[in-house]
Every structure is written in structure tokens, then in C-alpha cells.
């Protein structure tokens, strides 16, 4: 069993204006009818969150099942994950070149990963860091890398949705207009 998440990350918030941009996506989200206005206590691991709305099935791509939990909102930095497992392998955004993780056994490769993690410990401290390609060794904004299966996105805002349906591409290019356009991306996971 467990709880499933998907977590829309606006990748082009800042934290200045994190709080200002949830405002608006929450605005449309309720214009929708997709959550509810008011908080409650509806979200693992939250004091509160927003409840489906009346509407919560234009959101979606099937409506197999009615969501059972509500939405979180998060405005601070923050490394979104998929919770379980681990990522396999990054890739460079110069060279598009991979940096794995596991051999194709899925044995552990030594010392791939200190760099990516001292890397991601930085950016939770201090909302700056880069790694050093292993492929074309030129460093990288650690944002602007790609993750096996989505697993990582860093940013100062997201929505996170705990246990819906898979939402449908209009649901997702709705809340990115909402947002001023920004660049989204969908992390899902599960705990």
C-alpha cells in the first residue's frame, strides 16, 4: 500500500516571489472548482491542505478514482523527490551525456553519486550549486540537470497533490498559464 503524490514544481519561481505565485495558482486552482478554498486536515504529513473541489475531474486524465487527499502548497526551497527508490542517473545539460549511478545490474557505481549529493546538499543550504560533468567535465548549474524517471526538481514552489488520478496535459498547461507561464515540471512518487 501507501500514499501516492504528484507535485507540480514551478521552476521558474524565486523565493521572493513564491508565496505571490502560489496565491495565483491556488486563485485558478479554486476558479476551477479542481481543490477547495478552505484548509483542512487532508495531506500526509501536512497541518493542512485544500480538498478536492466539486470540479477536481477536469483535472485528470482518467477519473478512475475520486482523489482521497487534498493539495499542499509548499514556498521555500525546497528538493522535490519521488520518495522511493533512487535516481539511476543524471544527465548533463551541456552534453547530454549520462552520469549513472548503477551498472546495468544496478550494483552501485563508487563515488558517482558524492558529487550529485554534496551538490544537492548545497543547493538545500544556500539555493546555489553546480557539478562538474563526468563525460564533458564542464560544471552545471545543478538545476538544469535531467533525472532518470523525473526523480529530482529544485525549486521555491510547488503543488503538491497526495493521492488523485494522473492529471491530463490541459490540467498541467492551465496551472503553468496560471503561473505566469513558467516552466513546470511533475514529480510523482510515492511513500
Known sequence: MGNYFQTVVDLDATLADAHTLAASG???LVREGIVRAELTDCVLGAPS???????????????DWEPSDGLR?????????????????????????????????LEEIEGAWEPFGEAISDWSDTGSATV??????????LTAW???????????????????????????????????????VLVEGKL
Not at 49 to 59: I, N, T
Not at 132 to 141: E, F, I, K, M, T
Request: with cysteine; hydrophobic share 35%; charged share 20%.
Open 49 to 63: 491542505g485544500h480538498l478536492p473541489g466539486p470540479s477536481w475531474a477536469k483535472a485528470v486524465a482518467q477519473e
Open 146 to 184: 535531467t533525472w532518470s524517471d523525473g526523480y529530482f526538481a529544485f525549486g521555491y514552489l510547488g503543488f503538491e497533490f497526495w493521492d488523485w488520478p494522473d492529471f491530463n496535459p490541459g490540467f498541467l498547461e492551465g496551472l503553468s498559464r496560471a503561473l505566469g507561464g513558467h516552466r513546470t
Open 132 to 141: 562538474a560533468c563526468p563525460r564533458c567535465q564542464r560544471p552545471a548549474d
Open 26 to 28: 491556488l486563485d485558478w
Open 73 to 105: 502548497i509548499e514556498t521555500s526551497r525546497t528538493v522535490f523527490n519521488c520518495g522511493q527508490g533512487e535516481p539511476r542517473f543524471a544527465v548533463c545539460p551541456h552534453c547530454a551525456g549520462r552520469a549513472d549511478f548503477y551498472t546495468d545490474r
